[in-house]
């Protein structure tokens, strides 16, 4: 195929992409709410970006974060250092996860419900300190399900058998953790993994998974995300027990 | 038009901004503990500068074109005069709110299917399980699992019920079909709740809980504006468990109905 012909093929899947948020979108403000669409032009530009990012970052992706992520799992396999590899799926927890955008604004959202609730003092300089708090609380969390996911791809481990523990654990701390903090803590779940960390991670699981003799990338080599998202709900409603 | 523009070289900086502690962690990693040289770095540098550039534009188009439209109509749809009409706000019931179900199932439905991070995931799955598992297929079961949660979510916040009572059952529901489900697609499934909440569905989303939390008589925006976030990572574990599920029971129907005919002649 033409390299040129490749791009509007490229192009073409991403419109499709977004087509049904516009064909709602749409829906909703003409035929429901009977309005007309604001700003047009600003708008047609807008979804023109939108299209062009996405398509931009599926070249990125296959380019250089899948890339990365295996070549990194292989050479982690092959010099076979355990410790140096629980390291490195900590550090990339950890870090990916404590300047995530979402986590930032739901750990200031948390800060005002405490602030409001009574369970901290309501000034600006204590509900700083909590949002902060509440932030590492989900980046350490975050690093600590990696490590337990690349751990679990190691030993061959059913992913069942450890997320059955996480909800365990989710519901005992539900019935301790004060009202205020359990809707927080279960939205923290979602937040925490973003559109960097996501491609990294799968691709380092399934990296790893492949390079380790004996393990299934299918059955193993997924699941990394799973953790990343349980772990923070219950770090989180312990943290609300906790301060 | 021209501010876009401005606009866009920002968010790319910011974007840039939020990258530099993963680029560290694994160059750092890289040269500091594996000291191997990584084949065709230049790809791959190119490949972190598309992704820079591309969450750069996909970030800018979105708060542009999508998002204060999409918070808008969040807002108006849950606004007890667009919905109790010329009634009483107050005579409100569940049943009232049935442009709020509707929206909240599409926005959760084609906001899933524009995530970046579920694409990526479907390309993967795709990739490593030799074609068996589409791209499309996922995403669609994805999809839906997202819109049944969020639909659900704004139930809840409507009707004013704990939202773990929703989560645990939710829990004891997917475990009940792990033991059912193949092997192969569990730990995927697991997956699939975390990545489809992301970029694109979290601030329509939260719009539309937070509007609903504030607009519903007797609701408190900080209490119970949360939590759609949870079911929109529950519902999806279940729906993609549900498609590896039926997929499986049609293809073994199929054998048998094969294998029938063949005993036949």
Redesign the interface.
């Given at each position: 195929m033409n390299p040129l012909k490749a791009i509007w093929a490229a192009l073409f899947d991403s419109l499709r992409d977004l087509l049904p948020i516009i064909v709602v979108i749409a829906f909703f403000q003409l035929a429901v709410l009977q309005q007309p669409i604001p700003n047009f032009s600003e708008i047609t530009v807008g979804i023109l970006f939108v299209v062009i990012g996405l398509t931009l970052f599926v070249q990125g992706l296959n380019m250089g974060l899948f890339p990365i992520g295996e070549t990194m799992a292989y050479s982690f396999a092959s010099k076979g250092n355990l410790f140096w590899l629980l390291c490195f799926a900590f550090a990339l927890g950890f870090g990916t996860t404590i300047a995530e955008p979402a986590l930032i604004a739901v750990a200031e959202e948390a800060a005002l419900v405490a602030a409001t609730g009574g369970m901290i003092a309501n000034n600006e300089q204590s509900m700083e300190s909590y949002a902060q708090g509440l932030r590492y609380t989900v980046a350490v969390s975050v690093g600590i399900a990696i490590v337990i996911g690349v751990f679990r791809i190691i030993k061959g481990w059913p992913i069942q058998y450890l997320i059955v523990i996480g909800y365990i654990g989710v519901v005992i701390m539900t019935v301790f953790a004060p009202a205020e903090i359990i809707g927080i803590a279960y939205d923290s779940g979602g937040v925490t993994t973003s559109t960097i960390t996501v491609p990294l991670v799968t691709a380092l699981g399934v990296g790893l998974a492949s390079s380790i003799k004996g393990r299934n990338p299918m059955v193993d080599g997924f699941g990394l995300i799973a953790f990343a998202s349980l772990t923070p709900m219950i770090f989180v409603m312990g943290y609300g027990m906790l301060v | 038009?021209m501010h876009?523009f401005v606009d866009?070289v920002y968010v790319i900086i910011d974007t840039v901004?939020?990258?530099?502690?993963?680029v560290?962690?694994?160059f750092g990693?890289?040269f500091l503990?594996?000291r191997?040289p990584?084949?065709?770095l230049k790809?791959?540098?190119?490949?972190?500068?598309?992704?820079?550039?591309?969450?750069?534009?996909?970030?800018?188009?979105?708060?542009?074109?999508?998002f204060p439209?999409?918070r808008l109509?969040a807002y108006?749809?849950t606004d007890p005069s667009?919905i109790a009409g010329s009634d009483n706000v107050a005579a409100l019931r569940w049943w009232n709110y049935y442009?709020v179900y509707l929206?909240a199932f599409?926005?959760g439905?084609?906001?899933t299917?524009?995530e970046?991070?579920l694409?990526?995931?479907a390309?993967?799955?795709n990739q490593?399980?030799a074609g068996a598992i589409g791209t499309w297929g996922l995403r669609i079961a994805v999809a839906i699992g997202v819109a049944i949660g969020i639909a659900l979510g704004v139930f809840r916040i409507i009707t004013g019920t704990p939202?773990?009572w929703y989560?645990?059952s939710g829990?004891v529901f997917?475990?009940v079909q792990?033991l059912f489900a193949p092997?192969?697609i569990?730990?995927?499934a697991?997956?699939s709740?975390?990545?489809?909440?992301?970029?694109?569905t979290?601030p329509l989303v939260a719009a539309l809980g937070l509007g609903l939390a504030g607009t519903v008589p007797g609701r408190n925006p900080?209490?119970?504006?949360?939590?759609?976030?949870?079911f929109?990572?529950l519902f999806p574990i279940m729906s993609v468990l549900g498609y590896a599920q039926l997929s499986e029971w049609k293809n073994r129907r199929n054998t048998q109905s094969v294998t029938k005919e063949i005993s036949r002649e």
């Amino acid at each position: 195929m033409n390299p040129l012909k490749a791009i509007w093929a490229a192009l073409f899947d991403s419109l499709r992409d977004l087509l049904p948020i516009i064909v709602v979108i749409a829906f909703f403000q003409l035929a429901v709410l009977q309005q007309p669409i604001p700003n047009f032009s600003e708008i047609t530009v807008g979804i023109l970006f939108v299209v062009i990012g996405l398509t931009l970052f599926v070249q990125g992706l296959n380019m250089g974060l899948f890339p990365i992520g295996e070549t990194m799992a292989y050479s982690f396999a092959s010099k076979g250092n355990l410790f140096w590899l629980l390291c490195f799926a900590f550090a990339l927890g950890f870090g990916t996860t404590i300047a995530e955008p979402a986590l930032i604004a739901v750990a200031e959202e948390a800060a005002l419900v405490a602030a409001t609730g009574g369970m901290i003092a309501n000034n600006e300089q204590s509900m700083e300190s909590y949002a902060q708090g509440l932030r590492y609380t989900v980046a350490v969390s975050v690093g600590i399900a990696i490590v337990i996911g690349v751990f679990r791809i190691i030993k061959g481990w059913p992913i069942q058998y450890l997320i059955v523990i996480g909800y365990i654990g989710v519901v005992i701390m539900t019935v301790f953790a004060p009202a205020e903090i359990i809707g927080i803590a279960y939205d923290s779940g979602g937040v925490t993994t973003s559109t960097i960390t996501v491609p990294l991670v799968t691709a380092l699981g399934v990296g790893l998974a492949s390079s380790i003799k004996g393990r299934n990338p299918m059955v193993d080599g997924f699941g990394l995300i799973a953790f990343a998202s349980l772990t923070p709900m219950i770090f989180v409603m312990g943290y609300g027990m906790l301060v | 038009m021209m501010h876009l523009f401005v606009d866009l070289v920002y968010v790319i900086i910011d974007t840039v901004w939020d990258v530099l502690p993963i680029v560290t962690i694994i160059f750092g990693f890289q040269f500091l503990i594996l000291r191997k040289p990584i084949p065709n770095l230049k790809r791959i540098i190119t490949g972190f500068v598309l992704v820079l550039l591309g969450l750069g534009f996909f970030l800018e188009g979105l708060q542009a074109a999508l998002f204060p439209l999409g918070r808008l109509m969040a807002y108006q749809l849950t606004d007890p005069s667009f919905i109790a009409g010329s009634d009483n706000v107050a005579a409100l019931r569940w049943w009232n709110y049935y442009w709020v179900y509707l929206f909240a199932f599409a926005i959760g439905f084609a906001t899933t299917i524009a995530e970046p991070s579920l694409l990526a995931v479907a390309i993967k799955a795709n990739q490593v399980s030799a074609g068996a598992i589409g791209t499309w297929g996922l995403r669609i079961a994805v999809a839906i699992g997202v819109a049944i949660g969020i639909a659900l979510g704004v139930f809840r916040i409507i009707t004013g019920t704990p939202l773990y009572w929703y989560i645990i059952s939710g829990y004891v529901f997917v475990l009940v079909q792990t033991l059912f489900a193949p092997r192969m697609i569990i730990a995927l499934a697991y997956d699939s709740g975390g990545v489809t909440t992301s970029t694109v569905t979290v601030p329509l989303v939260a719009a539309l809980g937070l509007g609903l939390a504030g607009t519903v008589p007797g609701r408190n925006p900080l209490l119970d504006g949360f939590g759609l976030i949870a079911f929109a990572s529950l519902f999806p574990i279940m729906s993609v468990l549900g498609y590896a599920q039926l997929s499986e029971w049609k293809n073994r129907r199929n054998t048998q109905s094969v294998t029938k005919e063949i005993s036949r002649e």
